[in-house]
């Protein structure tokens, strides 16, 4: 086995005081004048007025957070940060509202132009970030990871850099509780396909084992479970930190062929990025398990889909098989056609994600006709 760096340097807070020990934590991290990152759907929703009566009503407040977290954005973000005087960054919401204020200390550092930084490491002066997920799904606030989207060239880029982590993760399942159904099972597939993606990633290692196996087990619990009972908050809190442990696995271990065509998917149709992983997970599971048998069986067998021993092959099948009988349950959609996607639009799909950059980890090397040819099979 090749080495490996991980660690986890974000502070992780979690529990029902979790939201109470705020101002505390923001004191600790030297941040006194934070300016509240989220969008117009978390304002609305009053999860931001939760925050905001315990830090102060007075914070300054940026809601201009598009559903894909643009590089427009970002600038704007940057300016009225600049203008507000604030010296740290408060990020509730979900994968956008937290990238979106994860990238600004990148676009501070290289300027507006991304186009040379995608999947590079680069310098950057960082304002302390605390992320308060309001999705289960994204690990946004342990990865450090930010994808954003070229609105001119219709692009996504998974911008790479360890100082885009936040400082501090709040994981507070209260403010969960109000996420819609669909919106609920698409960020949990999101977080699934982490796990998955991560353990089968040619960059594992032993710590990112623990985390992926350990999230995959217990996202295949717990998301039912919430669907079914949508105010459960201890289904909603084991979701919430599977979703931070997956975060936490593939940050070290990398993704896959999944998250390089749903990155496309994004980029191109602006897919939610969560229902284009559930939909293409199982087909790139398919397409892996000649190169990572042991792995995907591994994973079969701790989702509960087949009892300890057995044929890795047959196991792995099983695995896949109660994926995507979990995505239909769940009422995603299973082929490409579902997402609007014209069948002509496929070979455009497959040259963006052949040049990913979460593409190289992929267990099995996939070529742009590779690629085309799995889209056909799922379409």
């Known amino acids: ?55 102060g009503s007075n914070v300054p407040i940026f809601s201009d957070v598009p559903p894909d977290s643009s590089i427009q954005t970002i600038v ?13 960054f408060i990020a509730v ?5 937290m990238d979106t204020a994860k990238g600004v200390n990148l676009v501070a550092a290289v300027g507006p132009d991304l186009t040379d930084t995608a999947g590079a490491r680069r310098s950057v002066q960082s304002r302390p970030m605390v992320a308060i997920p309001t999705t289960a799904g994204t690990g946004s606030e ?3 990871y930010s994808v954003i989207l070229d609105e001119e060239a219709g692009v996504k880029y998974p911008l790479s850099d360890p100082r885009l982590l936040p400082a501090m993760a709040v994981l507070a399942p209260e403010l969960t509780l109000g996420l819609p159904p669909k919106l609920t099972a698409a960020t949990g597939m999101d977080a699934l396909t982490h796990a998955v993606e991560a353990h089968v990633s040619t960059g594992h290692n032993p710590c990112s084992d623990l985390f992926s196996l350990a999230a995959a087990a217990a996202i295949v619990r717990a998301l039912p479970q919430v669907m079914a009972e949508p105010k459960n908050l201890a289904a909603r809190s084991a979701m919430l930190t599977a979703s931070c442990q997956a975060g936490i696995a593939f940050s070290s271990a990398g993704l896959g ?13 602006h897919v939610p990025h969560g229902v284009a992983n559930a939909c293409i997970l199982p087909y790139v599971m398919e397409y892996n398990v000649p190169y990572a048998t042991e792995r ?31 995505v239909k349950d769940l009422g995603l959609p299973g082929q490409i056609r579902d ?6 639009d496929l070979p455009k799909i497959a040259a963006l994600a052949a040049r990913d950059a979460t593409l190289p980890t992929n267990p099995r090397r996939a070529t742009e ?5 799995l889209l056909e099979r799922a379409y």
């Open 1 to 55: 086995m090749p080495s490996s760096l991980f660690y986890v340097p974000t502070q992780i807070v979690h529990g029902e005081n979790a939201l109470a020990s705020l101002p505390e934590n923001l004191k600790r991290l030297g941040i006194r004048r934070p300016l509240l990152v989220t969008d117009d759907g978390i304002i609305k929703a009053g999860l931001a007025d939760m925050v905001l009566k315990i830090i």
């Open 76 to 88: 704007e973000l940057l300016r009225y940060a600049d203008e507000v005087g604030a010296d740290g």
């Open 93 to 97: 919401g979900g994968g956008s509202v």
């Open 142 to 144: 342990v990865s450090p």
């Open 257 to 269: 062929a999944t998250h390089a065509i749903a990155h496309a998917l994004g980029g191109l149709f």
């Open 296 to 326: 995907l069986a591994s994973i079969a067998r701790a989702i509960g889909a087949a009892e300890p021993g057995g044929h890795d092959g047959e196991t792995a099948r099983k695995g896949i098989a109660a994926i995507r009988k979990l």
């Open 339 to 344: 997402l609007g996607v014209k069948r002509e």
């Open 369 to 373: 006709a590779d690629i085309l040819a």
